[in-house]
């Protein structure tokens, strides 16, 4: 059956349309100096015994009786083979969570990058919009709440000041790649990063999806909606919609993006219409379309995303897709194509398919690939765009199993022995040169350019147990588990197969144990993807196979 058959009867395995929020545990929070008022020398040991946000967490002890006086099996002892050492990870990762919190006036608004006191700060002393999104759910999957919350508070107040880049305003709707707390005598304040201060100068993209996105999720697992009927997150939502949903020369639905402007935020060939930008896009506009009130102004919005929805759907099925199929009809084009009926829509050259994707691509699978434009097309397989495709049903129920059959046939090269790939394959020699400016971080099957990233455990698992393959979640994770902890935590790793820790990867990452963490919850109880994952919509009128791709 083609994968683009959008009249495919197969239900998802799993209907998330029934995701109840489970009660929340009582929460309070106990005035804590922020992480900035911390000396370079505190000891990674856990705090003593005074309140906690997370002190209704388990010690290694009292992990059996708090799941059975809980009902949630959410840090309870893995059913491993290996028992103690897999308990004593888990425990390890909730333990170094907790550590990364900072504090703001006495309240948690996030946590910080990393906290590795081996290497200079930077900006990993900052709080990440993209690298809290895992955080978050962690903190909701567990019962806490109040820390998502004061998150979601804090971003949003920061998108509305005013920002401006050498006398030139950025976007009101923007929201700040990372934030940190300042102390000026005895007051402290929140000092937003939109891009100025990044490497490259790049404004993220990402934030404003990741926003929503995280909202929702809180939404749904609180079951509380007065957060976001605050005039000011509809607002925020609002201004975030504006800047994307505004109309210019543009010809396609898809959003226009430059390079460095999301997770892989160095220059990586990325720019104009990558996958990744493309899925959170589509998943956002899902979000609003539930989370904005029914008055005039949030009809409005909603007319302006379902017509968007359906365009960006159509596109993207139709022309991101790529499985055996599709590419033996691309290695037959004919170029330079004019009119209505040219089959050849983007005039991508036949000569310009890499000798690598006729070996990688498997008579059976397919993948979203990464990017799509004007005689160019990135045939690269991104991780994180492919499975928010899957968690957020822009890929059709057929698409999706395609993807998931893909990952199982080519498992060493994506998943090796560290998952997960960012992308795949490196680029390497000459072409690393032009396309990277020859950046040092990215050199082959390092950082970005093809190195392993745990953080990305968490959208494995959700799309495992989403597309009903919970065992390649289960395998993943079961990986990860040998080396993460002993390797201190690290955010990348290097190698072909994911074999070294990354030459300038940070300890204590705060984001790869957050996925990790979130992983090890959603597979343990697959309802709590609930609060994440959306549905098929049986309702839209159906999206037919594109002609222009038929043989």
């Not at 290497?119 to 999104?133: G, H, P």
């Not at 000569?351 to 498997?362: A, E, I, R």
Request: net charge neutral; charged share 25%; with cysteine.
């Amino acid at each position: 059956m083609d994968p683009t058959d959008q009249t495919d009867s197969d239900p998802c395995p799993l209907d998330f349309s029934t995701f109840e929020a489970r009660p929340i545990s009582a929460f309070h929070i106990e005035r804590r100096m922020s992480y900035d008022q911390r000396t370079s020398s505190e000891p990674s040991a856990a705090p003593g015994p005074s309140r906690h946000p997370f002190s209704n967490l388990p010690s290694i002890a009292e992990d059996q009786e708090y799941s059975s006086a809980s009902g949630s099996s959410c840090a309870s002892t893995p059913r491993a083979s290996d028992g103690g050492e897999t308990h004593s990870v888990l425990a390890e990762g909730w333990e170094a969570l907790k550590r990364s919190l900072v504090y703001f006036r006495g309240k948690p608004v996030g946590t910080i990058a990393a906290l590795d006191h081996t290497e200079e700060a930077l900006n990993y002393n900052q709080v990440f919009v993209r690298d809290f999104v895992p955080s978050g759910l962690a903190f909701l999957m567990s019962g806490e709440p109040e820390i998502v919350k004061n998150f979601l508070l804090k971003t949003l107040r920061l998108q509305a000041r005013e920002k401006k880049f050498d006398h030139f305003k950025l976007g009101e709707g923007a929201m700040p790649a990372s934030f940190k707390v300042l102390h000026k005598k005895d007051e402290e304040e929140l000092q937003a990063d939109f891009g100025e201060s990044a490497i490259g100068r790049v404004a993220p993209v990402d934030s404003g999806f990741w926003w929503i996105i995280l909202l929702r999720a809180y939404t749904k697992s609180t079951g509380d909606r007065s957060l976001v009927e605050m005039p000011e997150c509809q607002k925020g939502m609002r201004l975030i919609l504006t800047l994307c949903l505004s109309e210019g020369f543009n010809t396609f639905p898809t959003l226009l993006c430059p390079d460095g402007c999301c997770m892989i935020d160095r220059r990586m060939g990325i720019y104009g219409y990558p996958i990744e930008i493309q899925a959170l896009f589509f998943m956002a506009l899902k979000c609003a379309l539930v989370l904005l009130n029914h008055d005039d102004e949030g009809k409005e919005f909603a007319d302006r995303i379902a017509k968007r929805l359906h365009a960006l759907t159509y596109h993207m099925r139709s022309y991101f897709w790529l499985d055996f199929r599709q590419l033996n009809d691309i290695y037959r084009y004919k170029t330079e194509q004019y009119s209505h009926t040219a089959v050849n829509k983007f005039n991508v050259m036949p000569d310009s398919l890499p000798d690598w994707l006729f070996d990688f691509m498997p008579t059976r699978g397919g993948y979203f690939i990464g990017n799509v434009s004007p005689a160019r097309m990135d045939f690269r397989w991104f991780c994180l765009g492919n499975c928010l495709a899957i968690v957020s049903s822009l890929a059709t129920p057929a698409q999706s199993a395609a993807i998931m059959d893909l990952l199982e046939e080519r498992w060493t090269e994506l998943v090796g022995e560290m998952p997960l790939k960012v992308c795949y394959p490196a680029i390497e020699s000459h072409e690393w040169r032009v396309v990277t400016g020859g950046d040092p971080k990215n050199t082959r099957w390092s950082y970005h350019n093809g190195g392993s990233w745990p953080v990305l455990l968490w959208l494995l698992a959700a799309a495992s147990i989403k597309t009903g393959r919970p065992h390649m979640g289960r395998r993943a994770i079961e990986l990860a588990e040998r080396r993460l902890s002993k390797d201190n935590w690290p955010e990348y790793y290097d190698g072909k197969i994911g074999r070294y820790v990354g030459k300038q990867a940070r300890k204590f990452q705060t984001w790869s144990i957050a996925g990790y963490l979130v992983a090890k919850m959603v597979l343990e109880d697959p309802s709590r993807l609930g609060m994440i994952a959306q549905e098929e919509d049986r309702q839209a009128r159906p999206l037919r196979r594109m002609t222009t791709w038929s043989t």
